[in-house]
């Protein structure tokens, strides 16, 4: 071994190996359990899935030390190639993959199964490490900003071609590398307010109120909060805020007069004329100040009614039946416990009967009777739910505590815009994958078939992200060529 591989294995950050070791440990007894019968062979028979993912997590750390040997130099040169590579990939998917579950998004070679859309997400990462350290890049730059957007939204409109939309889905979590980055806030608000605007309109859809829904009554109360809470915090004109927050007041007070003599109020002929007559009065406002943040606060009023009125539209006819009833579940507004609320159901049951400290190893009763459809893959945390109760289910969430602790503060201890970026965006998606997979096992999201990372069975999910943590490995080994000068 050269002096300067000797070098780099100095250099490894090997807590965050010994955390990785732990996990896809814990999470390949985890599937033993989950698949277990009162048949089952050992633990590391090949016959058994914990036996393929044992398999799968040798030829993980074969991958991930051979990426540490790789210069670090060749992932910052070859970081457009890469990346250019594994989008000709998921094109070519959608056209050789076969089609299982109506997603055409595994290549099949042989025995062996690989979704490439896995391995897009470390391309994805190095070639906006790659465009954040170019030479005076500014991400404040429309140009730049776009360029940026572009090579995040490429691989997801890919993937949603490929009928694979929780993967998809996986890549908006590089919004938070670029909020780290300099992203202005509004963006993070915006993307909240949205989905608070979604998820109202809809839980609410079927409540009548004043002619219209009880969900479009609370939405066109918080854009009117929304615009007074922007133009006292965001754009600082005081005099503008309480000049709406007062017409407000007093056209609401009117609204209620009415009321009670009884006049008939419909919702979108008193709210609808309200909320564009104050738009037209800070026009005029911005008018008199200039002050162009007042024209930012219009365009997020317009663009929550725009979203208000066509919520129901891109429900019913974009979305999928599946989709629709998924979201329908999540949100409470139908049970479906014999369809799509089935495994859901399911799952909740099994991490309840957990109680604090389990059944114990291999006595999950729900698991056992295989109650709960791909406990496995997508709903393995159920099944530590239930066999070693809340106890082991908050030591899961404390080694992923642990592990993106760890990454950002390898993110922060870099010397280069291109090794800071590049761990930031593999915080993002752990975090994105954590939130998402353990939200849907407990109900509180939507079932889209995001695994739990390094516990949940299957090689492209664990080589995909073995290849994410170890380049950064990798990257981070060599920081002290890189310092500062």
């Known amino acids: 071994m050269s002096s300067n591989e000797n070098s780099i294995f100095k250099s490894i950050d090997w807590f965050t190996i010994i955390l990785y070791l732990v996990m896809t440990i814990y999470g390949a007894i985890s599937i033993y359990a989950a698949k277990y019968n009162f048949d089952a062979t050992s633990l590391f028979s090949f016959e058994t899935f914990s036996g393929k993912q044992f398999t799968w997590i040798i030829l993980s750390l074969c991958l991930g030390f051979s990426l540490l040997l790789i210069d670090r130099k060749f992932y910052e040169a070859y970081a457009y190639p890469i990346y250019g590579g594994m989008i000709l990939l ?121 002619d219209i829904t009880m969900g479009e009554f609370v939405v066109f109360i918080l854009l009117m909060l929304i615009i007074v809470g922007m133009l006292h915090i965001y754009c600082k004109s005081h005099f503008a805020a309480r000049n709406v927050l007062l017409g407000y007041l007093a056209t609401g007070a009117l609204a209620i007069g009415a009321h009670y003599l009884g006049f008939d109020i419909h919702g979108y002929l008193f709210f609808f004329p309200v909320i564009i007559i104050s738009l037209i009065y800070l026009v005029w406002e911005f008018i008199r100040m200039n002050n162009h943040r007042i024209l930012t606060t219009i365009g997020f009023a317009i663009a929550g009614m725009c979203l208000l009125f066509t919520v129901n539209f891109a429900f019913n006819e974009v979305l999928k039946p599946h989709q629709q009833m998924r979201i329908k579940v999540a949100l409470g507004i139908e049970d479906d416990i014999r369809g799509q609320g089935y495994n859901v159901n399911q799952s909740k049951i099994a991490i309840g009967s957990g109680g604090l400290l389990g059944k114990g190893f291999l006595n999950g009763t729900q698991t056992k009777f295989g109650y709960v459809p791909e406990q496995h893959t997508d709903f393995i945390y159920c099944t530590i739910g239930e066999e070693q109760g809340f106890v082991g289910s908050v030591a899961v969430l404390v080694l992923f505590l642990a592990l993106i602790l760890r990454v950002i503060a390898i993110a922060e201890r870099q010397h280069t815009a291109f090794a800071r970026v590049y761990a930031y965006c593999v915080a993002s998606i752990l975090i994105f994958h954590l939130s998402i997979n353990v939200g849907m096992v407990l109900g509180l999201c939507p079932v889209i078939g995001i695994p739990l990372p390094f516990f949940s069975y299957g090689g492209s999910s664990l080589w995909g992200f073995t290849t994410l943590l170890f380049i950064l490995l990798r990257i981070d080994a060599s920081r002290s060529q890189y310092g500062v000068w």
């Open 90 to 210: 998921l094109i070519l998917t959608i056209f050789i993959a076969p089609n299982v579950k109506g997603s055409h998004s595994w290549i099949v070679l042989g025995p062996v199964s690989l979704q490439p859309a896995e391995f897009a997400k470390f391309a994805t990462a190095l070639a906006l490490a790659k465009l954040f350290s170019t030479y005076g890049f500014n991400l404040n730059s429309g140009r730049n900003m776009a360029i940026a957007v572009g090579i995040i939204m490429l691989p997801i409109l890919i993937i949603i071609m490929q009928n694979e939309t929780g993967s998809a889905l996986v890549y908006c979590s590089l919004v938070f590398m670029l909020y780290r980055e300099g992203m202005t806030g509004l963006v993070l608000f915006a993307g909240l307010a949205a989905v608070v605007i979604f998820v109202i309109t809809l839980k609410y859809a079927d409540v009548p109120f004043m």
